[in-house]
């Protein structure tokens, strides 16, 4: 399996997902894959949702919460999930506004354990 094909499997689960990455620690992107239809900046997207993920990480540690594995942003027009799979990579998912929040955090997690194998 690669990882296209781990972001492809979550589209056919959930066709609310439209976009997905294997984003660097470094906030660059290693895989992309998109929808169809799909035209949003992802990279711009993953190297501010890095940033953003780093503070909530930092904000859970100085909380006594221990380190962060996901977060999950929710716009009018787009939700974002993210989700770490290894110390130097995140996985990040795009969906519709309507998706369900816990399906996607769920197959997320699948995601992560099958691209964690993988790397």
């Known amino acids: 399996m690669t990882f296209l094909e781990i972001f492809e499997e979550m589209h056919r689960k959930d066709e609310g997902v439209r976009s997905g990455a294997l984003v660097g620690v470094d906030g660059l992107t290693v895989e992309e894959w998109r929808a169809p239809g799909d035209d949003r900046d992802l990279s711009a997207l ?10 909530s990480d930092r904000i859970a540690e100085e909380n006594g919460l ?54």
Do not use: N, W
């Not at 974002?80 to 990040?92: D, G, H, Q, T």
């Open 46 to 55: 993953c190297a501010e949702i890095i940033q953003f993920f780093r503070e």
């Open 66 to 119: 221990g380190a962060a594995e996901e977060v999950h942003l929710g716009g009018d027009r787009a939700q974002v999930f993210l989700r770490k799979v290894a110390a130097e990579y995140s996985l990040v998912i795009v969906t519709e506004p309507g998706t369900v929040p816990g399906k996607c955090r769920f197959l997320l997690r699948q995601a992560a354990r099958r691209t964690r194998e993988m790397l």
